[in-house]
Structures are given as C-alpha cells and as structure tokens.
C-alpha cells in the first residue's frame, strides 16, 4: 500500500524553541494532508487540513500561528511548533490520502513524539 | 456534522474468545466508515473500511464489522482472540472518499488479551 513518512521519528527539545515536524507522501501525490495530536491514552484530534499550495484550515480551538502549516508540494507537509512549551509535548500523526485514486482509505504516518523540557 | 461514539474504554477477553468492539455513528450523509488498529507509539493500521459495497465488511487479521444503518452501528468482531490483537482500537468516519474528507476518530478502545 501507499506509504506516508514522518521525519522525524521523536525530538525533544526546551521550551521556547520551535521543532518541525515533515509528513511525505512517498509513492502518491497528495493535494490535502491532515494533521492530528494524541495525548497519552487518548484519541487523534484533527488540528488542519494542510492544502497543496493554499492556506491550512484549522480545527476550532487550534492556534494557527503557534503550530504553522506549510504544503509546498503534492508530495511534503511540514507542521511547525513554534515556542514550544511542555504542553505541547505530544504525539503528532499525519495523514494522507492519494489524489489520484479515489475511493480508497487515508494513510497515515508511523507518528511524532514531541517532547519539550 | 459527523462523530462516532466508542463504547468501552478497554475490553478484555480471554485468548480464543469471541472479540467485540462497538462503535456508533453519527452522520447527516451516507457515512464512511473504518476501524484502524494503533500498537503503541506507532501510526494507525486499517483494519477495514466500509464503502456501501456490502454490509459485512472483511479485514485483515481475522477482524470484520458489519453496518448496520438501523442501529447506526460498526461493530468490529473477531471470533478467536489471539495475543498479538491486544492494542487500542479506532472507529472512524469521514463523509467521502475524497482526498480531501477529513477522517474524524473515536474515543478508542484498548484491547487486552488474558492468556
């Protein structure tokens, strides 16, 4: 099946400092790309639709200048977590589904550990 | 708007037993529906996915869950537990198959096998 890639795997880092994290598409091209957080023993809630070339759209309650956007390409989304702070520290799942097959399931990336100290 | 409701945090069963892991939905449209599997600190696995082919839907594993637009349910079952199923469950919904249809998630449901 298709694969998504997350680079990188786990980061720590101190707060006050920004990480990104890079979600690939690596053998399909993806217009829209979804990005989700995981709280230990909890569910994936959907932050933004990461939109090929346009502006992300961001779920309620989500800030949108501290965790910014960009899908530069059909292939790369890059989620950035600006000023980090230890509440930010989370699981981070991409997610992506091929444009140029509809009808078939989303695929999802193997997740990012977010750890700020 | 869409959402599924899980219920059952966590689910226990005995090796060899029957597996159920209930999910209901609710949705303005026809719904797709899915049932992805998370071990810890990876991504999601599709289980299966329903696409209004058939109502019983296969997966892999071993694992099938029916619709059931009656009862708004999804029910994921496994007739024989084995041990390697132990890990958190997720129902899902999204309106289309479309690249860009958000997938929204369940509460989930952690599965524990009693050996």
């Known amino acids: 099946g298709a694969v998504v890639s997350q680079h990188p795997s786990w980061v720590i880092c101190k707060s006050g400092t920004s990480v990104k994290i890079e979600c690939r598409s690596l053998d399909f091209q993806a217009t829209t790309m979804f990005w989700y957080r995981q709280f230990p023993k909890q569910s994936l809630m959907l932050m933004a639709t990461?939109?090929?070339?346009?502006?992300?759209?961001?779920e309620q309650g989500v800030e949108k200048d501290k965790f910014l956007i960009n899908h530069a390409s059909l292939t790369l989304s890059t989620l950035t977590v600006t000023s980090a702070h230890p509440e930010d520290s989370s699981f981070y799942i991409c997610s992506a589904r091929d444009r140029d097959r509809p009808n078939t399931e989303a695929f999802f990336g193997q997740g990012t550990r977010l750890t700020v100290v | 708007a869409q959402s599924v409701t899980q219920l059952g945090s966590h689910v226990s069963v005995s090796e060899g037993a029957l597996v159920l892991l209930r999910c209901n939905y609710s949705?303005?449209?026809?719904?797709?529906l899915f049932w992805y599997v998370q071990y810890p600190n990876q991504g999601l696995q599709l289980l299966l996915k329903y696409t209004s082919a058939a109502t019983l839907v296969k997966g892999i594993n071993g694992f099938e869950a029916e619709f059931k637009k009656s009862e708004t349910s999804f029910h994921l079952t496994k007739p024989s537990a084995h041990m390697s199923d132990a890990a958190e469950y997720f129902c899902?919904?999204?309106?289309?198959?479309?690249?860009?249809?958000?997938?929204?998630f369940g509460s989930g449901t952690r599965l524990s096998i009693r050996p």
């Open positions: 899902a919904v999204s309106s289309s198959y479309s690249s860009a249809s958000k997938i929204i």
């Open positions: 990461s939109n090929e070339g346009s502006k992300a759209t961001y």
């Open positions: 949705s303005s449209v026809p719904p797709y």
